[in-house]
């Protein structure tokens, strides 16, 4: 565990908000903790996980390739590239050369070209760098931003989608970003926005997130590393990832080391925390319900949300036999809590005494649907959210 400062001032000091530890796939017990700055209000996990359980999680575990669905992008995503691109288009004409942090599978950089762009990326993942060949014929490069040798590269855009709230040290990585600009480059940036608490989805702190961003602390961040806004942060989005997102851009500028700080992030965490509580015990209700003539319970999905299942319900006291089935390769055969993942081939659905409990958020009606277009589906499915 590793004790560090503001990630966007370097106060020492924060006022905890969260600290539970959780049992995760292929990585054993990892405590998350949550803290609010005390000097400016910026969110993040503190102390941190153990940065080699960080890197292991994306390199070996990315769940970043759309198992199930044969590599293509969900609806969400290709919404998302729409909405993305005509943002930029306001500001930028698509001509010259863009890189994306993080790049995935590739689908984000392949719209981009499409739109004119000449791309690059990187991405820890393996998996996620050959998904991106194969679907869109992109030659990508493979490691950790931190590690990239950027000396010779120069690029018109930057592309951080959905990426900066899992770095150590998200400040870094953007001073590594305005090296890797032209000048007159811009810097584009979407993440999870920490406003309007009450639309935050059940477990919105999780291992991988190490850092939450609100507007004021976004721009906050910006304006320490140097990056001039280009107008304001953007949150009055219609589509939601499950979560508010903010999206805002920005160039080399001079360093303002002047903080406004986020008067409401430590109060809109704590009556998020409380109000997460009590979701919890209505899910463990449905689960009880759902699964009460069931002879075997499986759980479809082996990530970081089947964790937090496990650990806030009583699904682990039930006495029928617990399966855990995902669509994702690189989790099969690991454990979680003890029970090993399997594939979801392995499951007969024939059988009416089995139970599945859908554990994804963001994914639960695309699995739901899934299993019911099978005509020999006699188990019955358990939903939590919908």
């Known amino acids: 565990m590793t004790i560090r400062p503001c990630i966007v001032c370097q106060h020492a000091q924060s006022t905890e908000v969260f600290n539970k530890p959780y049992h995760l796939t292929g990585l054993g017990e990892v405590a998350l903790c949550i803290t609010v700055c005390d000097n400016c209000g910026a969110v993040y996990q503190n102390p941190l996980p153990d940065q080699q359980k960080i890197r292991k999680t994306y390199s070996e575990m990315s769940n970043y390739t759309n198992p199930g669905r044969d590599g293509k992008p969900s609806a969400t995503k290709v919404a998302a590239l729409d909405r993305q691109l005509a943002y930029l288009s306001k500001f930028m004409s698509p ?7 993080g790049c995935s599978d590739g689908y984000t950089l392949h719209r981009f070209q499409q739109a004119g762009w000449k791309v690059d990326g990187i991405d820890p993942s393996s998996r996620a760098i050959a998904l991106a060949k194969s679907q ?4 990508l490069n493979k490691g950790f931003i931190e590690d990239f040798n950027s000396k010779d590269a120069q690029y018109d855009l930057i592309i951080l989608t959905h990426v900066l709230e899992h770095f150590v040290d998200p400040k870094a990585v953007l001073l590594k970003c305005l090296e890797m600009l032209k000048d007159g480059g811009h810097i584009f940036i979407e993440v999870p926005s920490l406003i ?3 639309s935050w989805p059940t477990s919105y702190f999780t291992f991988e997130h190490l850092s939450y961003f609100s507007p004021l602390s976004m721009i906050n961040l910006m304006k320490a590393c140097g990056i001039e806004p280009l107008g304001p942060v953007v949150t009055d989005l219609t589509e939601k990832d499950p979560y508010p997102i903010q999206m805002c851009h920005g160039r080399k500028g001079k360093i303002s080391p002047l903080i406004e700080k986020d008067q409401q992030a430590l109060s809109m965490c704590q009556a998020y925390v409380n109000r997460d509580k009590a979701r919890w015990q209505d899910i463990n209700h449905k ?3 759902g699964t009460a003539e069931a002879k075997n319970i499986a759980i479809w999905g082996g990530g970081v ?3 937090q299942l496990l650990e806030e319900t009583t699904l682990l006291e039930h006495f029928a036999p617990i399966t855990i089935v995902d669509s994702d390769p690189q989790k099969w055969g690991k454990s979680l809590y003890d ?10 659905l024939e059988d009416p005494e089995l139970a599945i409990v859908i554990s994804s958020f963001v994914f639960e009606q695309e699995i739901k649907q899934t299993l019911e277009a099978n005509h020999n589906l006699h188990a019955s499915i358990v939903t939590l959210y919908s």
């Open 95 to 101: 001509k010259g050369r863009a890189f994306q942090v």
């Open 136 to 139: 869109y014929s992109l030659a």
């Open 196 to 198: 309007d608490q009450e």
């Open 287 to 289: 689960i009880d319900i």
């Open 305 to 307: 949300h089947t964790a």
């Open 339 to 348: 029970i090993t993942i399997v594939a979801p081939s392995t499951l007969i």
